[in-house]
């Protein structure tokens, strides 16, 4: 699939590349995927009037001094051990550091929430929080909250620590467990997202889309009050755009918990808004 849709953006992405060093294992981003990601912002912002002042790193030693901030490891023992704190370094580092001539923190925001959704975690705040949040790290006013104060100024690595404890707080794990639910319960979930059950006939029922009055599938069916089978969530899911690879995890079906949707589209309004913040 073709990442880039501008061949000037995708040359330049290519001429970086070809000097980054030798692949490594990383306990976070490597140093492609940061590049990648912002590359990928670059190409989506072309030309645009929240475009890009400058494309590409400032300089290559830059880039790698940003990244490598998440795998600083002492005897042996890695420094940071936990994903909120590889996410925060990470953060942080690009952030702080300005690696790159522009949207760097379109660049830390989207590869704070790559690198979380790698490790099965989602934010439960709303986009517009995360992207105030990114702004207080820009601008260091998060070192004026009093929960920084009190619990984490004076202390060593002070800022990342308290970045990492507050994404720890604003993010859960990516839920992909079955739940149990009856055909009532299951109707009350499809209405939230525009979908019913509807027209049961000889141990079937369609699901049908509220907005078109379309059949979107037709399944077994049992009465209301019966529980429905693992097979038939799974399709109803799958159907209608609702499951784990459409970005709707359990807890965002079940538990009307926040979808993760697909990053850039998702986050396209935050990350646009970040270029004038």
Known sequence: M????????????????AQLPEAREFTGLSYEQVLTVHFVLVDMFYGRKS???GIGPKSLDMLISAISRQDVSFGGIDKWTR??????????????N??????????????TLLFLEQNKLTLKITEKQFEDFT?????????????YIKDFKGHEDSDVRYIAHYLRLVTRQTDKRD??????????????????LKNPHA????VIDTESNNRVCNVGYHGMSKQVAKPVIKKIRAETALDFLSGCDSAA???NEQPINNLLAKYYEPLERLAFR
């Open 51 to 53: 475009g890009i002042g």
């Open 135 to 147: 702004v207080k790290i820009a601008d260091n006013s998060f070192t004026k909250m009093e929960k």
């Open 179 to 196: 739940y149990i639910v009856t055909y009532r319960e299951l109707n009350t979930i499809l209405r939230r997202f525009g979908y019913e």
């Open 203 to 206: 141990n079937t029922i369609d």
């Open 83 to 96: 994903p909120e704190e590889v996410a925060a370094t990470l953060m942080y580092g690009i952030i702080c």
């Open 98 to 111: 300005h690696p790159f001539h522009d949207a760097n923190k379109r660049t830390a925001f989207l590869s």
């Open 2 to 17: 073709k990442v880039f849709k501008h061949a000037a953006v995708e040359q330049e992405f290519l001429r970086w590349k």
């Open 253 to 255: 079906f079940f538990k």
